[in-house]
């Protein structure tokens, strides 16, 4: 009874499938950088996407003056000023995604690679007395005093306990993952203006049709939104093939120690690693805006878990990979969902990943960073 | 090998970011110090009730996505409480919240504290019929009457829940009046409806679906915490039904709109009462205008008495959808405090004989919790606000 609607609207489908499956790759890249690098699964990734969604609306609203609506419609911008403000807004959300992502990475996970971190000790120190001046204080002024006083001996125990060479556990990873994500979330969604609501961005592209293919409307947003990822796929491929950094973070994904003894800063590479995974879940966010208009202090978790398995799905360390499984996911879900119903959107994704896995236990692709060569 | 165990590390993580996000909230009991009143209570202590350690609850979202709707139940059972601690300064009665964030996991343990809570006499909600399903089985074992002045869920009377009342008619009057609407009104012949899978807005679609037959050409669910609704959307951009209904909350049905709108659906969109919120004209932008949305809830700010008093309480606002019927609820427990009951058992008993002219409607229950009455108003959305358009016959 419901079959006959997918193939009238395959290539509707087909569409919209790829794009937001191309936000999914874009996102899916960060976990799979990471992963590459420091076999490490980066669960705090989803809310570098989360900042970059906030970013962008803040570049929009409050430093270009963006109003939400104009004489009752959309503030809708044309030509070289909207070239102009979506320009921005991208430059914003990958400027401001890319520092979170080193944020994190001192913050979160540097002190535990035993690298003796004095800024992460630090950092991590400043945040421990704040979160503890919360149970304390109500004020943030008073919270921010405790914080800063309770930096210097909190700092200073932290470097004991992470001296240089002393590698916290893997595991201990994944727990400051998911801690830094809760912290990151729930900090937005108490301190954010409008709490857990949703935000708004104000949409500065009308959405025309600029063609038809296949009997479809395939309308602007889209189209931006596959270049875009298409054009920062090929970037990231170029960089990190290419350039020199790019060989020290292939360098480092194939043997951290043998880099290390042929000269390569590892910390530096990683933070590298980081930056581009956090600048593409900034281009991701700006297009993800650009097509639903909104934010939301979780709207990374969900994205986040999707891209997740889209970078699982693909191979999960390999770059190409992450393209593949975040397309492919994309278009499974949005044909899964208008065969059983959209009920089945999440069941159809995690379903396919098990067969894939089952089959092709590395993924589609299946080869890591380490071995990519162009 | 180790690639394996850390991938089993992270299947482990993924889970535990979910136990997280499902417990992660500040929802904790707390009385809320606005309704005490700070008169001089020793000169007027000569009439009125006295009582003293008692309070009524609010329970549903404050939070969240929903939380909108919360928000206006709040306050008119504040509004309610505050007139009457005003008039009774022997007898101050509490507010005290429970932020349920609309979330049906979180409202069993949210029940509980409430129930554990021996001052609270009555619960004004809760609000959503997802947590009305989850929380009341409890709130009836406890022998604690709730008043839900907006679950409208068809199915939530059929439970036997002694405890058990409503202030506003349920979706078994709503979408039957939905489908009228659909039908005559807007005389379309091809219909589409979409729900978010949730008990409220599946129950609604539902019925609006059974009463409607085959006029459904098309129809699909959508899962309302994720962004991308493009699958329903193409479903119902290639059906091309006149009218859509869809059955969710406001957040949800602004993404849904627009994204309706963006695609080049032309169909008139129809919502049920959780969409009744401001929150749906600043989610969807222009592509709310035009929008239908009913509710079997009564339009506060048409009582001129009812609003000029919620105004000189809450300057500058109106009272807004179920705020009327949350009035008429928690003024139904204060009857009761005012009528000496201080105990659980006593404040049930008098609900069921409880019979007065409330706000909205003559409240009156009958045995299942049923308010009598089943208004249902239509109304709709022009140049960004909700203007009620009538009655629905």
């Not at chain 1, 970013?55 to 609203?61: E, V």
């Not at chain 1, 596959?226 to 360098?251: E, K």
């Not at chain 2, 409503?166 to 979706?171: I, P, S």
Request: proline letters at 3%; charged letters at 15%.
């Amino acid at each position: 009874m419901r079959d006959w609607l997918i193939y009238r609207t395959f290539w509707d489908l087909t569409v919209t499938g790829v794009a937001l499956g191309s936000i999914y790759a874009l996102v899916a890249l960060g976990y799979t950088l990471v992963y590459g690098v420091l076999r490490l699964i980066n669960f705090a990734h989803s809310e570098i996407f989360m900042i970059g969604t906030f970013a962008s609306l803040i570049t929009a609203t409050n430093v270009l003056g963006l109003p939400m609506l104009e004489a009752g419609d959309y503030p809708y911008r044309t030509g070289f000023q909207l070239v102009l403000i979506l320009l921005a807004c991208l430059l914003g959300s990958m400027v401001l995604s890319g520092a979170g992502a080193v944020a994190l990475e001192r913050a979160a996970y540097r002190p535990l690679r035993g690298s003796g971190d004095q800024f992460g000790a630090v950092v991590l120190a400043f945040v421990t007395a704040f979160v503890v001046g919360l149970v304390f204080f109500d004020t943030p002024k008073s919270n921010l005093i405790f914080g800063i006083i309770g930096t210097g001996p909190i700092a200073w125990m932290y470097l004991n306990i992470f001296r240089r060479g002393r590698q916290a556990p893997r595991l201990a990873f994944l727990i400051s993952a998911i801690g830094a994500s809760t912290a990151i979330t729930e900090a937005v969604a108490i301190w954010g203006p409008r709490d857990r609501e949703q935000y708004q961005t104000p949409r500065v592209l009308e959405k025309k049709t600029l063609f038809q293919l296949f009997g479809t409307d395939i309308r602007i947003d889209y189209v931006i939104v596959i270049i875009g990822a298409l054009l920062m796929m090929t970037a990231l491929l170029l960089f990190v093939n290419r350039t020199r950094l790019g060989r020290g973070v292939r360098a480092v994904a194939q043997d951290v120690e043998t880099a290390k003894i042929l000269g390569v800063n590892v910390d530096f590479v990683i933070l590298i690693t980081f930056l581009l995974g956090g600048v593409m879940a900034g281009g991701a966010a700006m297009m993800f805006t650009l097509v639903y208009d909104q934010s939301k202090f979780n709207i990374g978790f969900l994205l986040g878990v999707k891209s997740f398995t889209a970078a699982v799905l693909g191979g999960i360390g390999n770059l190409k990979g992450a393209l593949l499984g975040g397309i492919v996911l994309g278009l499974a879900e949005n044909y899964g969902s208008a065969l059983f119903g959209g009920e089945w959107k999440d069941v159809i994704a995690f379903v396919l990943l098990l067969v894939v896995l089952m089959f092709r236990p590395t993924g589609l692709l299946g080869e890591s960073l380490a071995k990519a060569r162009v | 090998m180790k690639k394996s165990t850390l991938l089993r590390a992270g299947a482990i993580a993924v889970s535990l970011a979910f136990v997280t996000a499902a417990c992660g909230s500040d929802s904790e009991g707390s009385v809320s110090e606005d309704t005490v009143v700070t008169e001089d209570t020793a000169a007027a202590a000569v009439d009125g009730v006295t009582c003293d350690g008692v309070s009524i609850a609010f329970f549903g979202a404050l939070s969240g996505d929903a939380g909108n709707l919360g928000k206006n139940i709040r306050a008119g059972a504040d509004l309610a409480v505050s007139e009457f601690n005003t008039a009774n300064p022997g007898c101050q009665v509490g507010l005290v919240d429970f932020d349920s964030q609309g979330d049906p996991a979180q409202a069993p343990a949210l029940a509980q504290k409430a129930i554990d809570d021996a001052s609270i006499l009555g619960i004004v909600g809760p609000a959503f019929s997802g947590e009305s399903k989850a929380a009341n089985p409890l709130f009836d074992a406890a022998g604690l009457a709730i008043i839900t002045p907006s679950a409208t869920n068809a199915d939530l009377n059929d439970n036997n829940w002694k405890v058990f009342h409503r202030a506003l008619a349920g979706d078994d009057k709503q979408g039957p009046a939905i489908a009228t609407y659909i039908q005559k009104t807007l005389a379309a012949a091809k219909v589409g409806v979409i729900d978010d899978a949730s008990e409220y807005g599946k129950g609604l679609a539902d019925i609006v679906k059974t009463t409607l037959g085959a006029a459904v050409v098309a129809s699909d669910s959508i899962d309302p915490k994720a962004a991308d609704f493009s699958a329903a959307v193409s479903k119902m951009k290639e059906a091309a039904p006149d009218a859509i209904f869809y059955g969710g909350y406001y957040a949800e049905a602004g993404k849904l709109a627009k994204q309706l709108r963006d695609a080049g659906v032309t169909a008139t969109l129809v919502f049920g009462d959780g969409v009744k919120d401001n929150g749906f004209i600043e989610a969807a932008g222009p592509a709310a205008d035009g929008s239908i949305i009913t509710c079997t809830c009564a339009d506060g700010a048409s009582n001129a008495e009812f609003a000029a008093a919620y105004t000189a309480k809450f300057p500058g606002e109106t009272p807004q959808t179920y705020g009327a019927e949350a009035y008429d609820a928690a003024k139904a427990f204060l009857a009761a405090i005012a009528a000496g009951k201080t105990d659980r058992a006593g404040v049930l008993e008098f609900l069921g004989t409880y019979d007065a002219a409330g706000v909205t409607k003559q409240i009156k229950w009958d045995e299942t919790g049923e308010v009598a009455g089943n208004a249902v108003y239509a109304y709709k959305v022009e140049a960004g606000a909700i203007a009620v358009i009538g009655l629905i016959e």
